[in-house]
């Protein structure tokens, strides 16, 4: 089928938070994480956008799915991205809440106001690798469900269950949960006696760091250390995966 006019307005609508948040749909671009969802989720799946060369090639691939076609040329205002694609998905929103249970049993994240989609894309991939099940996102974070989002967590979103929540609301009952933060003048990560199996893990802001209002419900303030003192600070990103590759093979 030809995509029509009232379509691409509404694709395009998706590139804001209200939107999505009015239909309660997102969009995923790109051929490798769009074949990665149809394989894992296609039942989320709201219809494909694609070039018509793209679905001859996919034999089989779109069986069972509304597809609807539009040149490359007419990519361009659909897409979020640089380079456009040759395939982009609409789909459902996952209902996802917080799983109280996990904050006790296994490493949770808790992300203080990341604001960069790349990064956070790139923590998600992180934490699907090292098998963490839930990330916090505190506020300030940006939408998980923003395209480059999704595109850089090469389908981690998928495996990875993110919540949003009031850092008022959530900070309130936690209990004796421990709550490691990373600063630059905490305790070198890698002399750590006590390392947890289970417990938060908070991540800040790309310029500022952790926030006062988190900071103050941190119990140990950890830092990587530098050995030769040139860069300022580790991009968000990496440094989640050094702490995360730390915690998980003490």
Known sequence: MILSKAKAKYIRSLHQKKYRQRYDKFIAEGAKICCEIIKEAKDKIQYVICTPDWHESQSGLLDGLEVFHCSKS?????????????VLIVMDMPDWSLDESLLSKDITLFLDGIQDPGNLGSILRVA???????????????????????????????????????????????????????????????????????????????????????ARHISRRITIPAHN??????????????????????
């Open 74 to 86: 007419e990519f361009k205002p659909l897409t979020g991205l640089s380079t456009p694609s040759e």
């Open 128 to 214: 699907d690798w090292f098998g963490i099940p839930q990330i916090i996102l505190g506020e300030g974070t940006v939408d998980v469900f923003n395209a480059k989002t999704i595109q850089a967590s090469m389908g981690a979103f998928l495996r990875v269950k993110s919540v949003s929540v009031s850092n008022a609301v959530f900070w309130k009952n936690l209990g004796n949960i421990p709550v490691y933060g990373t600063f630059m003048d905490g305790d070198n990560l890698f002399e750590l006696k006590d390392p947890f199996s289970q417990g938060i893990i908070v991540i800040g802001n790309e310029g500022n760091g952790i926030s006062n209002e988190v």
């Open 229 to 250: 003192g040139g860069a300022e600070s580790l991009n968000a990103a990496i440094a989640t995966g050094i702490v995360c590759a730390y915690f998980r093979n003490k």
